[in-house]
């Protein structure tokens, strides 16, 4: 079992900025995919940033040299800077994490996020 606790979240301004994180804890095997999803009012939750545990990224388009996903292997905690925040990017975001040892794959609770213009 896998547990993922997330904070960060709030509400700011378009143009503004928030840096959300996320601790696991319990089963953590050393391989793994953590990353950052999101899921706005009526929509499907789309991933927004994917990080291995070597370190390679992966953002949405939609984010891309605005957003920054990080981590610290050590301490099994992912981050996720939001600059230059937009309307658009409001939604829960959720922590997830998931490796090739299991099927299992592990979410956070969410953190809402919320944009005004």
């Known amino acids: 079992q896998v547990q993922l606790v997330e904070s960060g979240g709030g509400s700011v301004q378009a143009g503004g900025s928030l840096r959300l994180s996320c601790a696991a804890s319990?089963?953590?095997?050393?391989?793994?995919?953590m990353g950052w999803y999101r899921q706005a009012p009526g929509k499907q939750r789309e991933v927004v940033a994917v990080?291995?545990?070597?370190?390679?990224?992966n953002y949405a388009d939609s984010v891309k040299g605005r957003f920054t996903i990080s981590r610290d292997n050590a301490k099994n905690t992912v981050n996720l800077q939001m600059n230059s925040l937009k309307p658009e990017d409001t939604g829960v975001y959720y922590c997830?994490?998931?490796?090739?040892?299991?099927?299992?794959?592990?979410w956070g609770q969410g953190t809402q996020v919320t944009v005004s213009s």
């Open positions: 997830n994490y998931n490796t090739y040892r299991s099927p299992v794959e592990y």
């Open positions: 319990g089963s953590i095997f050393r391989i793994n995919t």
């Open positions: 990080i291995t545990s070597g370190g390679s990224t």
